[in-house]
């Protein structure tokens, strides 16, 4: 059945099953590749996006429990010639080894500095605790996140 | 698309068994070729490795690829810094059994030792090629020609860039390794952290991995396994799952069990139905956590004494054993393994994360009765692997899959469960050390390490290490455990001690059955070798009443081992005394005293 979704700022509709994954289609509908499959059981929170900024867990997320909400994934962020502070500040920091676990860190990252614009170091532990790094990326990522909250500070 | 090409290797993979029984006489053979430095060796012309282009920029063949350590930015540095061009105008292309060198595995710190050597080698070769050209058409001689930026400066101002000298660039030769690469202190890019490559595209969700390839016409598989090692399928309810809303294929194939549909979660419905209406038979038990080491140990193995030297103890020596455990570990990477293959006329072409394409396309081949030439390999990248994950069995199941549905590409995706239970695991060992000490001296040693395999990698030239295909019908067997040769081993990585005893003993105890499906997990048995041999020094200082960085230091000749504790010891802010008293304070102590 047809879905209206409102992603990144544009209504899309979709056909899909109601209860399918918001992930797969934001994957393979809307060929979105900032949202990834790490677990699908909310463990590992590659699949991370805001919806109506706040941070989901797109893998267990039905697509027809959120229509007429704002979802947000890496991509409407920003871009690669404009990136979102925290985009630019992973990159600047270097802030991976594989990568994979990126996306979902930057936005429970973002989660975060809508929150609380200005993190202690142990505010961005405690949020990103529950996302998953298999590499061991986690001090570059914390430094990534706390450049971000301060530029964040002079925009 | 370029076509797969037969490359050295493959050539004589697919000949090997026949050369070597050969009875053609050795002379008749002609000359053996020169020993080239690094992966030149075994890929020998320079245009396997470089290419310079109309516009000027440089595209980069290597054979190694980008499992996050950030090789392929390294590569690159190296590639341009030879070339004297920007960073920013070299193109990197990595395995691709298509098109790149074989280099074999990404795997144990070998890819700047291997494959940076041949660009290195080849790039100040082609550099020079570029300005012997250029003499020519300035009609100047070449040593009063500078290159900056790709571009070749005469003294008199004249220049020209490699981009124009494209025509007349032949690098269809073998390399020669002659031309000397440039002195670490001209280095401008090579030695300096550079941005990598692969990054901004990951950051701002780019396509990054082989998990966001979306071709045209794009299916998607999913793999059903087995409950246990080695159990068969017995029946499934197949009209039942093919009825389901988008099912496109079953595949069955003796207790290989798959199923393609329209959509992602159709496929993942299609296999919960597979799931919970198969049924199996047979197959083996796992070992029982509680006594696991010990029933590893009393498993068969193939024993080899690795490292012997030998000095009578004296009377009197205090003589200390420890055993120590590592568990079965799991890689575990942040998702798990996944593969898109695509058959069209006859070929099969396939996106994977394997650490090794071309012994990857090798597996296939034998797994499926194709011949290398009609499958191509291409390096995607996938999460962190630290090792032989699931990856290039996921390469195998989806080319099972793509041969159900007729020239569609098939994304197969392995769920999270099919990556704890069925990848190969880091293996447990068991390491059991006997000390004796004497006058404040270690005067005996004695180290035994048990290890299953920790490389069932695929390439193995007997057996086939492709897990689906142990479950077709026509059932494929792995290849045997085999002994890694000294000094990098395997099980027995880092076994023999570089602390320098006047008696000592190392033997590797290989094991040669499987009960959990092992192969390379990060550094192999290093780690645990080292962990043992460090935690038993300390006992053995213990024992010995003497702190534990001064025994060491007793026991060390080599003085980069030495300055490596010095540094450690430093870094730690180390207190001799307090802490050998803390030390005995708070650990029983003895631990097994004989």
């Not at chain 2, 199923?259 to 197959?283: C, D, M, P, T």
Request: hydrophobic share 40%.
């Amino acid at each position: 059945m047809a879905i209206s979704l409102k992603v990144n700022g544009a209504t899309r509709s979709v056909d899909a099953e109601p209860d399918t994954p918001l992930l797969y289609v934001l994957r393979n509908d809307l060929e979105l590749n900032g949202a990834k499959y790490g677990c699908g059981l909310t463990q590992c929170g590659a699949c991370t996006v805001l919806v109506n900024g706040a941070a989901r867990r797109s893998c267990v997320t039905p697509v027809g429990s959120i229509e007429g909400n704002e979802v947000t994934t890496l991509e409407g962020l920003g871009t690669l010639d404009k990136p979102h502070p925290l985009q630019k500040a992973f990159i600047d920091e270097q802030a991976a080894q594989c990568g994979y676990c990126a996306s979902g860190m930057i936005m429970a990252a973002a989660d975060l500095l809508n929150r609380n614009p200005q993190p202690q170091e142990a505010d961005v532990r405690a949020a990103l605790a529950d996302n998953l790094c298999r590499c061991g990326t986690h001090n570059r990522i914390i430094r990534a996140v706390l450049r971000a909250a301060r530029q964040n500070g002079r925009i | 698309m370029d076509a797969p090409r037969l490359t050295r290797r493959d050539f004589t993979a697919a000949l090997g068994g026949i050369l070597s029984f050969s009875l053609v006489p050795k002379v008749a053979l002609v000359q053996e070729p020169a020993r080239l430095p690094g992966s030149l060796q075994t890929n020998r012309t320079l245009d396997a490795w470089l290419r310079i282009n109309a516009d000027g920029s440089v595209t980069v063949f290597t054979g190694k690829v980008e499992l996050g350590q950030g090789i392929v930015t390294a590569l690159a540095q190296i590639a341009a810094e030879e070339l004297e061009v920007p960073l920013g105008r070299v193109t990197m292309i990595s395995g691709d059994t298509g098109r790149t060198p074989n280099e074999g595995q990404t795997a144990g710190s070998q890819s700047i030792e291997q494959s940076g050597t041949a660009l290195r080698m080849a790039g100040a070769e082609v550099r020079a090629l570029l300005i012997g050209l250029a003499a020519r058409k300035l009609g100047v001689s070449a040593d009063t020609l500078k290159v900056t930026d790709g571009v070749i400066h005469a003294p008199d101002g004249r220049k020209v860039g490699y981009g124009e000298l494209t025509a007349e660039t032949d690098l269809k030769r073998e390399a020669t390794a002659k031309v000397p690469p440039k002195p670490a202190a001209q280095y401008k890019i090579v030695g300096k952290s550079a941005p990598r490559i692969d990054i901004p595209a990951k950051m701002t969700g780019g396509a990054a991995f082989v998990q966001d390839l979306r071709l045209p016409g794009m299916v998607h598989g999913r793999v059903v396994r087995p409950p246990r090692y080695g159990a068969r399928l017995d029946s499934f309810d197949e009209a039942r799952v093919k009825a389901m809303p988008g099912v496109i294929a079953v595949v069955r194939d003796g207790s290989f069990l798959g199923v393609v549909a329209r959509r992602e979660e159709q496929a993942i419905n299609a296999r919960l139905v597979l799931i919970e209406f198969a049924k199996w038979s047979g197959g083996s038990e796992l070992p029982d956590p509680a006594k696991m080491y010990e029933q590893l140990m009393s498993l068969r193995s193939e024993d080899r004494v690795i490292g012997e030297k030998d000095a009578p103890v004296p009377v009197g020596a205090k003589v200390l054993e420890a055993t120590y455990h590592r568990p079965y570990q799991a890689h575990a990477a942040i998702a798990p393994s996944c593969a898109v293959a695509e058959l069209k006329d006859g070929k099969l072409t396939v996106w994977t994360h394997s650490q090794g394409v071309f012994p990857l396309r090798a597996t296939i081949a034998r797994a499926l009765g194709l011949q290398p030439r009609d499958i191509r390999c291409i390096h995607a990248e996938g999460p962190g692997c630290y090792g032989h994950n699931g990856a290039d069995d996921a390469a195998f199941d989806a080319a099972m899959l793509a041969r159900a549905v007729n020239g569609r590409p098939v994304r197969l995706q392995w769920m999270r469960d099919d990556e704890f239970k069925w990848e190969p695991y880091g293996p447990a060992m068991t390491m059991k050390v006997k000390g004796a000490v004497a006058g404040g001296r270690v005067v005996g040693w004695t180290f035994d390490v048990w290890s299953q395999s920790h490389n069932m990698r695929p390439g193995d030239p007997d057996g086939i290490n492709l897990m689906g295909s142990w479950y077709l019908a026509d059932a494929k067997r792995p290849g045997p455990a085999r002994h890694a040769a000294q000094p990098n081993g395997a099980g027995d990585r880092n076994a023999i001690t570089l602390y320098d005893f006047p008696r000592q003993r190392t033997t590797h105890h290989l094991i040669m059955e499987n009960p959990v499906r092992t192969s390379a997990l990060r550094t192999l048995g290093a780690y645990a070798n080292v962990f043992a041999i460090e935690s038993f020094m300390d006992e053995l200082a213990a024992a010995a009443g003497i702190d534990p960085v001064a025994f060491r230091l007793a026991h060390i000749k080599d003085e980069r081992e030495r300055a490596v504790i010095e540094a450690v010891a430093k870094a730690a802010a180390w207190k001799p005394a307090a802490a050998a008293s803390a030390m005995r304070a708070t650990r029983p102590w003895p631990p097994t005293l004989r």
